[in-house]
């Protein structure tokens, strides 16, 4: 029992550390903290997004967290480490943090969460997940997950590629909690297989590198030369793969010439066998077929005969027309019509009242004095 309770009291010791490592580097973008025992004491590697924020002026921040460590913790000899991460939006524990802090400053959580995954898979992750729980969207609990890519919740594959931070975001309605898993992009999962190679194939890897490097050594070598010499010496060209080779001695040997094949006449059709024809009906006939390469020219019926022009009789003139309207007098309503004459006499015409002719106009006085003087 007393094994087993100091290796528990050991542990809450780290988790306090972390704790309390965490909270006041949190300004530096706290991502990770590992204690190893030595022989010289104990040695605190600090992971941080800038780790010139935990050093401080002159070292003077890490002086006070080393006496903090050993003073409140108890730790023999501490020795702390600050290392910088390479690459922020892979690392599980800072990309918690900053979910955190976006939602405080009232980011929606949907916005938050979709724009997280994106960065942690644009930075190369082969999977990440996000849970996001607490009063979301009301006064009742509940849990939202973001997902992308693979994920594993177990196993063995879980603990060595797996990592996981934790965060906590204070709001109006109350405290949300944050999960953040992202898969490395280094992980193997079971699944990838590599087909190891044979000795002989690595001889032979071997053996063209090498004759690569030797002819890139050598034409370097007559390039110096020529530059020396004051020539210009191209370099010589690639060698071309095979089915380049192929198709290039393809298109440069001389075309076959193909023999137009006999022209075929086309098939007619069996004549059929010709019926009486009536008395008095043309022989019809027979249809041109069109050649082979022309265009059929559309058939043209004969259009019928034209009908006999008759003569015109000539027009009357505009003075006869008006002296004959003169000579036939208006018809009454009431009066019959005039009976036809077979022997062709002359007709009597109708008297017509005459009408008493007008005197001229006198001319005036003066136009008659005008008269005598001009005569």
Not at 136 to 153: A, D, M, N, P, S
Not at 364 to 369: D, G, P, Q, S, Y
């Amino acid at each position: 029992m007393a094994g087993e309770r100091k290796i528990v009291a050991d542990k809450v010791k780290r988790v306090l550390l972390k704790e309390y490592l965490m909270e006041e580097t949190k300004r530096a973008g706290f991502g990770g903290l590992d204690i190893q025992r030595t022989p010289m004491g104990t040695r605190v590697t600090l992971f941080t997004e800038r780790p010139g924020l935990v050093i401080g002026r002159r070292g003077g921040a890490v002086k006070d967290l080393t006496d903090a460590i050993e003073n409140r913790f108890k730790f023999d000899n501490p020795q702390i480490e600050v290392q910088e991460v390479e690459n922020p939006s892979l690392n599980a524990q800072i990309m918690a943090e900053k979910l955190a802090s976006a939602l405080e400053r009232g980011w929606q959580f949907r916005r938050a969460g979709h724009s997280t995954v994106r960065r942690i898979m644009g930075a190369g992750a082969k999977g990440c997940l996000i849970v996001i729980s607490g009063k979301l969207t009301g006064q009742r609990h509940r849990t939202e997950k973001f997902k992308e890519g693979h994920i594993k919740f177990c196993g063995e594959t879980r603990l060595m590629w797996m990592d996981e931070g934790f965060a906590v975001a204070k709001l109006k309605p109350g405290v949300l909690g944050l999960k953040v898993r992202i898969m490395r992009r280094d992980a193997k999962l079971p699944d990838e297989i590599e087909i190891a190679k044979t000795q002989a194939e690595r001889d032979v890897e071997t053996e063209m590198k090498a004759e690569a490097e030797a002819a890139s050594a050598s034409q370097q070598a007559d390039v110096e030369k020529g530059k020396a010499e004051g020539k210009a010496v191209e370099p010589p060209a690639e060698p071309k793969p095979e089915h380049a080779a192929a198709k290039e001695a393809a298109s440069h040997a001389p075309a076959e010439r193909k023999e137009p094949a006999a022209k075929q006449e086309p098939a007619r059709a069996p004549a059929m066998a010709e019926q009486p024809k009536a008395p008095g009906t043309k022989p019809a006939e027979p249809r041109q077929e069109p050649r082979p390469g022309k265009k059929a020219e559309p058939r043209l019926e004969p259009k019928a005969e034209a009908k006999a022009e008759q003569p015109r009789a000539p027009e009357a003139k505009p003075a006869e027309l008006r002296a004959e309207a003169k000579a036939e007098p208006p018809k009454s309503p009431m009066k019959k019509p005039a009976e036809p004459n077979p022997e062709g006499k002359p007709e009597a015409k109708a008297e017509q009242p005459t009408t008493p002719a007008k005197k001229p106009a006198q001319p005036n006085a003066e136009v008659k004095a005008d008269g005598a003087a001009e005569k």
